[in-house]
C-alpha cells in the first residue's frame, strides 16, 4: 500500500490520554529541562554557549555511531574538544563536565562503570537539535529574499521526508505559500536596489533558480493528495499557490531580462530609424510594464544610471520620489471636524493609585522604652506562641494551679501539656503572669506524668499591669 494511503500520524489528531502522547510530551519535557538548566545569564549573555553544548553532544552522536572511541567520562570530552575545535577561548573542564551532568540528569546519556553511554531518548533529542542548528545556519547563509525561498524549499523537502511516509509535517503547502509570497513582496520592494548593483546578476539568478525549483516541489506536493476531496478542500490554497508561482516566477525573470538589457546598452548598435510607433509602445511599456517585461520602468532607469556608467550621468540619475497628498472631500472634513469636537481621550477604569505613605514623628520618654520594645517583643512571640487560651482562664481565675491551669485550658493530652507549658513560660518571661511555689490540692486524670512530683506545686496568678 502506498505510504499516502495511510492516516498521517499527528500529535494534534491523537488523543491526550494516550500512552504515546504522554510519552512523546515526557521527551519534550526533558528537552526543557535540558535547555532550563543551560538557561542562566552567562549563556544569554554568549550564546556560544549553547554551540559548545551542541559540540558536546555531537561527540556522543559521533560514539554513538561508532565513529569514535567509547567516552570513559567529562575529561575524555574535554580533551577532545581541545583536540577538534581551535577556540580562542576554549571552555574550562568544569563547563564540559557541567554540561555533561546535565545530560545525565535528564537521561540523555547514563553513565555505566567504565563508559558515558548515549541513552535513546538522548539520540533523537540530539539530533534533532543538530538538525535545527544545521537548518538555521544553512537558511542564515542565504541573502534576504533568498532565505524565504529557501524556507519554501525546505517545506517541500521535509514534507518528502514526514507526509510521504505518513509522519505529519506540518501544514506545508500553506506554509509554502506563505514564504512564497513574503519572498515576491521583498523582491519587490528591493526591484531598483538589485537592478542598480552591477553585481546582483548572480544573485538574481540564484533567486530565478529557486522560483523553479520551488515550482516544481509545489506540484510534487499537490500531487501527492491522497483523494480529489482532500484537493478540494485545499482548492484555495491551491489556487493561492498557483497565483504567487506564476507571479514569482515572472518577477524573477522580468528582472534578470531588464538587468541584461541594462548592461548590454554599451554595446547595443544605434540606428538613426525613430519608428513613433515604437516609441509609443515603449513609453506605454515603460509606465504599465508587464512582469515578465524587459522593459524599465522611470524608476528603474533613474536608479541605474546612479551607476554612473556613463560619464557625469550619475547626477541625471539622482532623483527623489514625491508622493502628493491627495484633496480632502467635504465629507472627510466633516468627520475630522466631528472627531475634534467630540474627541473623549480613553482612560483606563483599571488603573491603581498608589497611595503616598505618610510618616509620624512620636516622641517617648526613656522611661518608656523598656515596656515598648516588651510589648513588641510580646507581639512577636504571640505570632510564634498560642497563649490565648492560658490568658483567657487566667483572666477568669486570676489565680490557679499550675497542673489546674494546664489541663483546664486545653485537655488532659501529652501535647498539650507541652504547648501550654510552652506558652505559660512565655508569659512568664514576658511579665504577663506570676509563677510562685505554692500547697496544691487538686489531682487531676491525665494521660503524662511530671517527672517529679514537686514540679506540679506551683501557682500561677495574674499580674497587674501597671
Known amino acids: 500500500m502506498d505510504e499516502m494511503d495511510q492516516s498521517i500520524i499527528s500529535v494534534f489528531d491523537k488523543s491526550a490520554n494516550s500512552p504515546e502522547v504522554h510519552q512523546t510530551m515526557r521527551d519534550f519535557v526533558s528537552l526543557a529541562g535540558v535547555f532550563s538548566a543551560l538557561g542562566n545569564a552567562k549563556t544569554f549573555e554568549s550564546p556560544l554557549e549553547i554551540l559548545i553544548f551542541l559540540r558536546v553532544i555531537q561527540f556522543f552522536n559521533r560514539e554513538a555511531l561508532g565513529l569514535d572511541e567509547p567516552i570513559e567520562n567529562s575529561e575524555t570530552i574535554y580533551y577532545r574538544y581541545l583536540n577538534t575545535y581551535d577556540d580562542l577561548e576554549p571552555p574550562t573542564k568544569k563547563r564540559i563536565e557541567q554540561f555533561v551532568n546535565i545530560l545525565i ?23 534533532a537539535l543538530i538538525r535545527a542548528a544545521n537548518d538555521s545556519l544553512a537558511y542564515y547563509m542565504q541573502d534576504e529574499i533568498g532565505r524565504s525561498l529557501f524556507q519554501a524549499r525546505r517545506d517541500a523537502e521535509i514534507s518528502e521526508a514526514y507526509d510521504d511516509y505518513g509522519i505529519s509535517g506540518g501544514n506545508v503547502v500553506a506554509s509554502m505559500v506563505r514564504h512564497l509570497n513574503d519572498a515576491i513582496e521583498l523582491l519587490k520592494e528591493r526591484e531598483l536596489e538589485l537592478l542598480a548593483d552591477r553585481d546582483a546578476l548572480p544573485q538574481l539568478r540564484h533567486i530565478h533558480v529557486l522560483m523553479n525549483e520551488i515550482d516544481v516541489k509545489m506540484q510534487e506536493r499537490l500531487e501527492k493528495l491522497p483523494t480529489i476531496e482532500d484537493g478540494l478542500m485545499m482548492a484555495d490554497l491551491i489556487h493561492k499557490s498557483t497565483e504567487a508561482l506564476s507571479e514569482g516566477t515572472s518577477l524573477s525573470l522580468g528582472m534578470i531580462n531588464k538587468y541584461l538589457k541594462f548592461i548590454s546598452m554599451q554595446t547595443t548598435d544605434i540606428g ?15 509606465f504599465n510594464p508587464p512582469v515578465e517585461s524587459d522593459i524599465p520602468n522611470a524608476h528603474q532607469i533613474f536608479s541605474f544610471m546612479e551607476q554612473n556608467l556613463y560619464e557625469n550621468e550619475s547626477m541625471d540619475g539622482m532623483w527623489i520620489p514625491v508622493k502628493m497628498a491627495p484633496y480632502l472631500n467635504g465629507q472627510a472634513i466633516d468627520d475630522g471636524i466631528d472627531f475634534l469636537e467630540n474627541y473623549e481621550p480613553y482612560v483606563r477604569e483599571d488603573i491603581e ?19 515598648i520594645f516588651g510589648d513588641a517583643m510580646w507581639k512577636m512571640t504571640k505570632e510564634v506562641i498560642d497563649t490565648e487560651a492560658i490568658e483567657q482562664y487566667v483572666e477568669v481565675q486570676k489565680e490557679t494551679e499550675l497542673e489546674e491551669l494546664i489541663i483546664e485550658s486545653s485537655s488532659n493530652h501529652f501535647g498539650d501539656a507541652v504547648r501550654s507549658l510552652m506558652a505559660i513560660s512565655a508569659l512568664v518571661a514576658n511579665k504577663r503572669v506570676d509563677i510562685e511555689p505554692a500547697e496544691v490540692n487538686k489531682t487531676y486524670e491525665k494521660e503524662w506524668e511530671w517527672v517529679e512530683d514537686g514540679d506540679r506545686e506551683y501557682k500561677v496568678r495574674q499580674r497587674k499591669r501597671k
Open 105 to 127: 540528569k535528564f537521561n540523555w546519556v547514563t553513565k555505566q562503570a567504565k563508559r558515558l553511554k548515549m541513552r535513546n531518548t538522548g539520540k533523537r533529542m540530539m539530533d
Open 272 to 286: 538613426s530609424l525613430i519608428s513613433p510607433e515604437k516609441t509609443r509602445q515603449f513609453i506605454e511599456k515603460m
Open 353 to 371: 493609585e498608589e497611595e503616598s505613605i505618610t510618616y509620624s514623628t512620636e516622641m517617648i520618654e526613656a522611661t518608656d522604652i523598656d515596656e
